[in-house]
């Protein structure tokens, strides 16, 4: 059974700071990774999306990749109350272009 | 990316009823695929709605609970049936780009009495 591990939080950071979020894997061969915003009473949209190891950066936004430790993070830059959201981390599933295997989510508050 | 509209966007059902949600995009796609999100659960994928052939489901969804159905490239239904409690949750349709990102519609809240 392939998971995607997320601290649920609340993570709660002063606004024009760094928050980083967290989300491991269990499945080694995984290629695909994706951050989901998700604002209450919403639908998940696609942040960003990192298929090697390194770092990705958009903006704000930057996408970690560690597939050896089986981590990605996702580090927000100069944080905003607006950025207060569950943030969903995704990982390619099967075989199905549209099977992604999604963590439960980690909780950011920004406080002004 | 594609615009994805559903509707219902929320409903109040009765337990034994069945609900059929509707999925409408604004440009051809070959696959759509129905997501289900359980009050602080993670999403889990239902099935893929394939154009001109049976849903393709995922383990634990069977068809005569979660009937799809897929008329052309641009829309598809699901139907939650005989609906109980359990059943309440966001439903979600969605594409995917060839890239892999998957896009959401608005969701379809269900409330199951």
């Known amino acids: 059974q392939k998971e995607v591990e997320q601290n649920s939080g609340p993570l709660s950071v002063p606004e024009g700071a760094i928050a980083s979020l967290n989300c491991t894997y269990s499945?080694?061969?995984?290629?695909?990774f994706f951050w989901y915003r998700q604002y209450s009473g919403k639908s998940p949209e696609l942040i960003m999306f990192?298929?090697?190891?390194g770092d990705k950066e958009d903006g704000r936004f930057t996408a970690q990749l560690n597939k050896a430790s089986q981590y990605v993070s996702l580090l927000i830059r100069d944080s905003q109350p607006s950025d207060s959201a569950t943030y969903l981390c995704?990982?390619?599933?099967?075989?199905?272009?549209?099977?992604?295997?999604f963590g439960k989510g980690t909780k950011l508050s920004v406080k002004p | 990316s594609a615009v994805i509209s559903q509707k219902p966007s929320r409903d109040i059902c009765q337990r034994g009823t069945s609900l059929t949600i509707q999925c409408q995009v604004d440009?051809?796609?070959?696959?759509m695929f129905w997501y289900r999100q359980q009050p602080g659960q993670s999403l889990t994928l239902i099935a893929t709605?394939?154009?001109?052939?049976?849903?393709?489901?995922e383990s634990g969804f069977v068809i005569d609970k979660f009937p799809i159905s897929r008329p052309n490239l641009t829309f598809s239904t699901l139907t939650v049936s005989n609906m109980s409690p359990e059943d309440s949750s966001i439903y979600l349709c969605?594409?995917?780009?060839?890239?892999?990102?998957?896009?959401f519609g608005e969701g379809s809240r269900l409330t199951v009495l």
């Open positions: 969605s594409v995917a780009e060839n890239t892999g990102e998957l896009f």
């Open positions: 499945d080694r061969g995984s290629q695909s």
């Open positions: 990192i298929y090697s190891n």
């Open positions: 995704a990982v390619k599933g099967g075989r199905s272009q549209g099977n992604l295997i």
């Open positions: 440009s051809q796609v070959t696959m």
């Open positions: 709605a394939n154009q001109g052939s049976e849903a393709t489901y």
